[in-house]
């Protein structure tokens, strides 16, 4: 992007192994803002998220102009609600899902004709019983259990958390 515009990603705390996942968004800037200020101490800063991600975007976004911090843009891109990682909404988009999935499948299965549907099902029942035998668990790979680790801690920190009031100045 050029030496006038410096570009820094950020990942969570504690990806790298070398430390714990962080336990709350509000830390999650703290931790990462000393990076872009040493480059650019008085900004402006154009700062986006991509989903869970823009959760943390705008508490840095938030957390900068509380300190007097300018910045030019604050882009959130896919970043549903922090409150919608919560187990509640959660559970009622899985139920609304598989629901509009079984009413899918409903109306496909009446279509068939009594032949039609018995060789659908048989052919279900050989390839779930192929994938049984095949899925067999290897050892984990520690790399994907850390980053499961620290993906469990971001949402349980998302969860959470609670977006103070943002006052644009």
Request: glycine share 8%.
């Amino acid at each position: 992007m050029g030496a006038d515009q410096p570009f820094f990603g950020l990942q969570p705390p504690g990806l790298d192994g070398n430390r714990e996942p962080l336990a709350s968004v509000e830390d999650w800037p703290r931790t990462s803002r000393h990076k872009s200020e040493r480059v650019r101490p008085d900004g402006p800063y154009i700062i986006a998220g991509y989903c869970a991600g823009g959760t943390i975007a705008f508490e840095l976004a938030r957390q900068l102009l509380r300190d007097g911090r300018r910045w030019r843009v604050l882009a959130l891109f896919g970043s549903p609600f922090p409150t919608s990682y919560r187990l509640l909404p959660r559970l009622g988009a899985l139920l609304f899902q598989t629901a509009g999935r079984v009413a899918r499948h409903t109306r496909a299965l009446l279509s068939l004709s009594g032949a039609e549907l018995r060789a659908y099902i048989t052919e279900r029942l050989r390839n779930f019983k192929a994938e049984r035998a095949v899925n067999h668990p290897a050892a984990p790979d520690p790399v994907m259990v850390w980053r499961a680790k620290v993906e469990r801690a971001t949402l349980a920190a998302i969860r959470r958390y609670e977006p103070a009031l943002f006052q644009a100045v």
